[in-house]
């Protein structure tokens, strides 16, 4: 029997702040499914902002979106046939083909969910991508010591609020930068210690009130005017985890980098890109240390969710406006 699925696909190449029209929806049909193959109806889809690297035509860490065709990203779903000895029908999967409500495919790539009382969706979220991105990368680059102070921008969004936690949970003074009274004071409750709105005022005053012995760890989400202000209000020998720059994803001429790149130099920054990829080796530390947290409530999570597949492509734009608090994702079922 037949099986449709609708899915969304790359329809141009967006041009600064993308819009709907980049995207369209289209069905197809689904076979059934061939040896080593299982039918998946996924529950929950991931939008994230690195999606928006691959709607550019250029190379990258990961190839560029192809136009007219599905998009990718990560998925929960629940297997529905299996013609593979390792999957059976209800199976909870994760794996990378979301952006469509179900799909024929290898079972071999799919990572099957253990069955606890965490809601599948947290394995996109605080136990999926995004936590181990702030786990990984905050813990292997920020170097974090008790009594340190760490600066984390896009604090209120998915990987940010858990950088705060984290580091509340090794001991530092923790000064979050987020878009809205709202984000703060949910991050206030969350444990950390002061916040800025960077949307009123000045940026570099405001943190260096936040902040006035200044700050050993910048973890940046952000980039643009928020590193500047970081690398003023930096620590000598400070490190700075470069995990994204989402203020400039959109720019369609580069933007002016930091003007005050020589402190790093003088302050002695130890300043490190990274990819959540590059974090492999700490993937069982992480599920456990980070487990353990979840499990003991000491690590808590926010979640924006729209509905249907039909609002994907409205998630992933309203990344851009800040409309999430921590983890943006579409429920699909
Ligand atoms: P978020 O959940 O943080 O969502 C994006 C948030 O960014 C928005 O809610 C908004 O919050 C903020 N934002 C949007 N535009 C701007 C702007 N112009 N200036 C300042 N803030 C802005 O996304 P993630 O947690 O998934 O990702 C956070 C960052 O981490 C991104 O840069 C992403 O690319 C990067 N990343 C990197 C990875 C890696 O492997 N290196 C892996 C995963 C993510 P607000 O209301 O505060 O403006």
Same mark, same amino acid.
């Given at each position: 029997?037949?099986?449709?699925?609708?899915?969304?696909?790359? @329809?141009?190449?967006?041009?600064?702040?993308?819009?709907?029209?980049?995207?369209?929806?289209?069905?197809?049909?689904?076979?059934?499914?061939?040896?080593?193959?299982?039918?998946?109806?996924?529950?929950?889809?991931?939008?994230?902002?690195?999606? =928006?690297?691959?709607?550019?035509? =250029?190379?990258?860490?990961? /190839?560029?979106?192809?136009?007219?065709?599905?998009?990718?990203?990560?998925?929960?779903?629940?297997?529905?046939?299996?013609?593979?000895?390792?999957?059976?029908?209800?199976?909870?999967?994760?794996?990378?083909?979301?952006? =469509?409500?179900?799909?024929?495919?290898?079972?071999?790539? #799919?990572?099957?969910?253990?069955?606890?009382?965490?809601?599948?969706?947290?394995? #996109?979220?605080?136990?999926?991508?995004?936590?181990?991105?702030?786990?990984?990368?905050?813990?292997?680059?920020?170097?974090?010591?008790?009594?340190?102070?760490?600066?984390?921008?896009?604090?209120?969004?998915?990987?940010?609020?858990?950088?705060?936690?984290?580091?509340? #949970?090794?001991?530092?003074?923790?000064?979050?930068?987020?878009?809205?009274?709202?984000?703060?004071?949910?991050?206030?409750?969350?444990?950390?210690?002061?916040?800025?709105?960077?949307?009123?005022?000045?940026?570099?005053?405001?943190?260096?009130?936040?902040?006035? @012995?200044?700050?050993?760890?910048?973890?940046?989400?952000?980039?643009?005017?928020?590193?500047?202000?970081?690398?003023?209000?930096?620590?000598?020998?400070?490190?700075?985890?470069?995990?994204?720059?989402?203020?400039?994803?959109?720019?369609?001429?580069?933007?002016?980098?930091?003007?005050?790149?020589?402190?790093?130099?003088?302050?002695?920054?130890?300043?490190?890109?990274?990819?959540?990829?590059?974090?492999?080796?700490? =993937?069982?530390?992480?599920?456990?240390?980070?487990?353990?947290?979840?499990?003991?409530?000491?690590?808590?999570?926010?979640?924006?969710?729209?509905?249907?597949?039909?609002?994907? /492509? @409205?998630?992933?734009?309203?990344?851009?406006?800040?409309?999430?608090?921590?983890?943006?994702?579409? @429920?699909?079922?």
């Amino acid at each position: 029997m037949a099986t449709t699925s609708r899915e969304i696909r790359l @329809k141009s190449r967006p041009v600064g702040m993308p819009k709907s029209e980049n995207f369209e929806v289209a069905e197809v049909a689904l076979k059934d499914p061939g040896p080593g193959e299982v039918l998946v109806r996924n529950s929950w889809m991931s939008v994230d902002p690195y999606m =928006r690297g691959r709607m550019y035509d =250029r190379p990258s860490y990961v /190839p560029p979106f192809q136009l007219g065709e599905v998009l990718q990203g990560g998925a929960i779903g629940t297997v529905v046939k299996s013609n593979d000895e390792r999957f059976k029908e209800g199976d909870l999967v994760e794996s990378m083909l979301g952006w =469509r409500e179900a799909y024929v495919g290898p079972a071999a790539p #799919l990572t099957k969910l253990p069955q606890t009382n965490v809601p599948p969706q947290a394995y #996109l979220g605080v136990l999926g991508m995004p936590g181990m991105t702030a786990y990984g990368g905050f813990n292997r680059y920020g170097q974090p010591k008790e009594g340190e102070t760490v600066f984390v921008s896009g604090a209120a969004g998915a990987v940010g609020s858990i950088v705060c936690q984290v580091a509340k #949970l090794r001991g530092c003074t923790v000064v979050a930068s987020a878009g809205s009274d709202e984000k703060l004071a949910w991050l206030k409750s969350l444990g950390v210690d002061a916040g800025v709105n960077y949307k009123k005022g000045n940026l570099l005053e405001n943190v260096r009130a936040a902040a006035p @012995k200044g700050i050993d760890i910048y973890f940046d989400n952000v980039g643009g005017e928020h590193l500047e202000v970081a690398l003023e209000v930096a620590r000598p020998f400070a490190r700075f985890v470069e995990c994204g720059m989402i203020s400039i994803y959109n720019d369609t001429t580069p933007a002016p980098g930091p003007r005050n790149m020589s402190y790093i130099v003088g302050k002695r920054i130890n300043m490190k890109g990274f990819i959540v990829i590059d974090l492999i080796d700490m =993937r069982e530390q992480f599920l456990s240390e980070m487990g353990g947290w979840v499990k003991d409530g000491k690590i808590k999570w926010e979640e924006t969710v729209e509905n249907g597949i039909a609002n994907a /492509p @409205k998630a992933f734009l309203n990344l851009f406006t800040g409309a999430n608090t921590g983890k943006m994702l579409v @429920k699909l079922d």
